[in-house]
């Protein structure tokens, strides 16, 4: 496994996808966010590889206009909102002197789409 660092704009990711797909063999590539997971899809694409044939992508944060693109991207969903609203009470917890548990826990939903490959 080999890992990359990029900032969350998509023109800055285009490099690191090209890259990889001029030196790695890799199999997929998951991003820490669907911005990042665009770039480097654009960045496979200069460098001749076919997603999800040659290399599948995956991203983090399930925008919606992930789904429409060509090929549309696997991502998981984290739901914002709820988790907000759970972080601002916790928030308010503290203010007022509450407890709160050192750990909470969301759900997430992966949405399985087009830039992952499907091995059997």
């Keep these: 496994m080999k890992t990359y660092t990029t900032s969350f704009k998509i ?3 285009i490099p690191i996808g090209a890259q990889i797909g001029h030196e790695l063999s ?4 998951v991003c820490a966010t669907d911005n990042i997971a665009l770039g480097v899809l654009k960045g496979l694409a200069n460098a001749g590889k076919k997603v999800p044939g040659d ?4 991203g983090f944060g399930g925008y919606d ?6 090929p549309s991207i696997t991502t ?3 739901p914002y909102r709820r988790t907000g609203s759970r972080a601002a009470d916790m928030i308010l917890q503290l203010l007022t002197g509450e407890t709160i548990p050192m750990k909470t826990f969301t759900t997430f939903e ?3 789409r087009e830039s992952v490959d499907i091995l059997n």
Excluded: C, G, P, R
């Design 11 to 13: 023109d800055d990711a």
């Design 26 to 29: 890799a199999s997929l590539v």
């Design 110 to 112: 992966l949405k399985l």
């Design 55 to 58: 290399i599948s992508v995956s």
């Design 76 to 78: 998981v969903h984290l």
């Design 65 to 70: 206009f992930t789904e429409v693109l060509h």
